[in-house]
Structures are given as C-alpha cells and as structure tokens.
C-alpha cells in the first residue's frame, strides 16, 4: 500500500496551466501503476489518464489528449499531472490513486485501484 498526498490544485483562467503533484509514501510505488481521476458534485468519478510503474505506457481519456501529460519521478516517488490550455470543463476535484502492478497488465482501463489520495480542486474560469 501506499499513502497519496495530492498538491497544485487551485484556480485558473481559462487557457492557463496547472501542475498537480501526488506525494507517495510507503514502499510500492515503483511498482505501481499510477492514475488521475476527477469528479464534479453529482457526478460519477472518472477517469483522466494513467500510466505504468515505469511510465513507459500512458493512457488518457480522450478530452485532455493533448493538453494533459502524466508523469512520474520513482526516486522521489511523485506522479505528476501537467495541465495546459484549462478549459471551464476541466474543473473537478483531482485525485490520484495507485494499484500494485509492475507489469502493468491491468492497463489501460482494467485497473482496479487501491489507494486513493484525499483530493485537490482545480477550477478553471471562463
């Protein structure tokens, strides 16, 4: 298991940038993958992207293609979300959650994720 502290949320124009960070501790990351997800109230959770424990192989749902990158540092066991040009639709609260999973055979959309880190707001104004 690992413990996820999310950071670099706050509130942004429309067309800016935003990078979110997600702290891990605990001894798995490395061999975890790791995902974003985002919710707005009264709506179902979903997923952003996700990427291997390597970060080799990235997946993103369609919307954010191309304004949206995930990354990893292993060494200093942070996942990284780097949002450019925000759209008002983005806005959501942003949570990252990791599974075990080296090889990551689970991906991109079969991962069932264990851990969930407590979430950061993003809004974007139009």
């Known amino acids: 298991q690992v413990q996820l502290v999310e950071s670099g949320g706050g509130l942004v124009q429309a067309g800016g940038s935003l990078r979110l960070s997600c702290a891990a501790s605990?001894?798995?990351?490395?061999?975890?993958?790791m995902g974003w997800f985002r919710q707005v109230p009264g709506k179902a959770r979903e997923f952003v992207t996700a990427?291997?424990?390597?970060?080799?192989?990235?997946y993103y749902r369609e919307s954010v293609k191309g304004r949206f990158t995930i990354s990893r540092d292993n060494a200093k066991k942070t996942v990284y979300l780097q949002m450019n040009s925000l759209k008002p639709e983005d806005t959501a609260v942003y949570y990252c959650?990791?599974?075990?999973?080296?090889?990551?055979?689970?991906?991109?959309?079969?991962?069932?994720?264990?851990?969930w880190g407590q979430g950061t707001q993003v809004t974007v104004s139009s």
């Open positions: 959650a990791a599974t075990i999973d080296p090889l990551g055979a689970c991906l991109p959309y079969g991962c069932r994720y264990d851990d």
């Open positions: 990427l291997s424990s390597s970060g080799g192989r990235t």
């Open positions: 605990g001894g798995t990351f490395s061999s975890s993958v």
